[in-house]
């Protein structure tokens, strides 16, 4: 029996053993003895105790060694490839619409009440209305979100109605199977698609002149969503800049972070971040992190709206002003909405509101809200409208207390 194999020195030190035929590889970590069993083809065994002081002095040449490395790798990231059904994504679900029209190939998600599919003869997913869907079928599986807030794991089906019986979608989950009205299916997503697949979002831009006064704005904004069974996250991030001949520049910049997760079909908890730096506030930076709990107070395939309240910690930082603080620390209360409201083909609108009435500063209370209105021009580009504004009923520098804005812009969203 051929052995190749490393020689070790004594010393905290990392190596490994490496065996051909039969025998078992196994590493040596630290000051333990490891154990190595060494067979041949008759069977015959025996053991060897190696400790990290007993010398083995390397008779074969080290290229031996990455040969027979490179191969144990090779077959380990074939095993893996092959046996992970992650890997293995079936391209046979097939999709009937109502009209007649007949597609086969792969499920991307269900979104908004538009159904992603892509055929192996098509160059980009095709938007399907979920509505308009007569029949589905898929082997694969699925994370399932319902309208009542529950979720499933598992195969999925939706067989065809008639007048006398409403179309029904059956769902294949933990060996039982569950018959639900397609209306209540509300989201659907490759259990084994990667993160990026699992991203939502979109990136605008807009950019106006004006002659008369060398007025120019110019806006941009992005956002990015990810969600799976009892998780969302969301990341938006804007900045304006408006400048003119007879007056100063300014800027805006606003970076916004949520982490929700369910705790039951309608109640929720999580963690918000808000950065903001407005030019027109006299405000360099503002940082405000807190917790909340909410509730889901609707939830189709069309429209949401949500609640919560809680607490947070805010630090601002003000352009130095004469007889003034620059910097202020603030606990308050937090109480938000969030609503989304999407109609096919036609426009999405997205709107949050958030009051902050101090804890720490009785009397002085703060508002922020933002709206997106997008209407679609062609597949996955659409016309922006963005309205934004941010209150200060009490700013603690002789600054203004309103910065409200009006943006719009062409966006792209993926």
């Known amino acids: 029996m051929t052995i190749c194999y490393r020689r070790l020195v004594s010393g905290p030190i990392r190596h490994r053993l490496f065996f051909r035929r039969e025998a078992e590889v196994l590493p040596i970590l630290g000051p333990l003895p490891v154990r190595v069993r060494i067979s041949d083809r008759l069977s015959f065994s025996r053991r060897l105790v190696i400790d990290q002081s007993f010398v083995l002095n390397a008779m074969m040449p080290s290229i031996c060694v990455r040969k027979c490395a490179l191969s144990t790798g090779l077959l380990v990231v074939a095993a893996l490839f092959i046996g992970n059904p992650a890997y293995a994504k079936r391209n046979d679900d097939s999709v009937v619409m109502k009209n007649g029209d007949r597609f086969t190939g792969e499920i991307k998600k269900l979104d908004h009440g538009i159904l992603y599919f892509k055929s192996s003869y098509m160059l980009q997913s095709v938007q399907l209305d979920w509505v308009q869907v007569d029949k589905l079928q898929s082997k694969d599986q699925f994370f399932i979100g319902l309208q009542n807030g529950k979720r499933y794991t598992g195969g999925i089906e939706k067989l065809g ?22 209306t209540d299916v509300i ?62 520049s300014t800027n805006r910049y606003t ?15 999580g963690g918000l971040l808000d950065l903001l730096k407005s030019d027109q506030q006299d405000l360099n930076l503002r940082t405000t992190i807190g917790a909340a709990f909410g509730r889901t107070v609707k939830r189709t395939d069309r429209t949401s709206f949500l609640i919560f ?24 209360g937090l109480l938000g909405a969030k609503f989304y409201t999407f109609r096919f083909k036609v426009l ?8 902050y009435p101090s804890l720490t500063d009785a009397g ?9 209105m997008h209407i679609e021009l062609i597949k996955d580009f659409y016309w922006d409208f963005h309205l934004y504004e941010n209150f200060d009923s009490r700013p603690p520098v002789h600054a203004a207390r309103n910065d409200l804005g009006v943006t719009t812009g062409l966006g792209w969203k993926f």
């Open 309 to 332: 309240a809680g607490t947070v910690f805010s630090h601002e930082r003000y352009f130095p002003l004469a007889n003034s603080k620059p910097l202020q620390e603030n606990a308050e």
């Open 255 to 269: 970076l916004d972070g949520q982490y929700f997760r369910s705790l039951s079909p309608q109640w929720f908890y």
């Open 187 to 248: 989201s659907i997503q490759q259990s084994e698609g990667s993160f990026w697949s699992q991203l939502n979002g979109s990136i605008d831009y807009g950019l106006s002149y004006s002659s008369g006064n060398s007025a120019l704005n110019s806006s941009l904004g992005a956002g990015v969503e990810y969600q799976r069974t009892k998780t969302y996250v969301s990341l938006a991030t804007s900045s304006q800049f408006s400048t003119q001949s007879s007056g100063r």
């Open 364 to 372: 002085r209370v703060r508002i922020s809200s933002d709206s997106n």
């Open 161 to 182: 109605g008639t007048e006398s019986q409403p179309a029904v979608v059956r769902l294949d989950t933990e060996g039982r199977a569950i018959e639900i009205k397609q």
């Open 348 to 355: 999405d609108l997205r709107s949050f509101l958030l009051v």
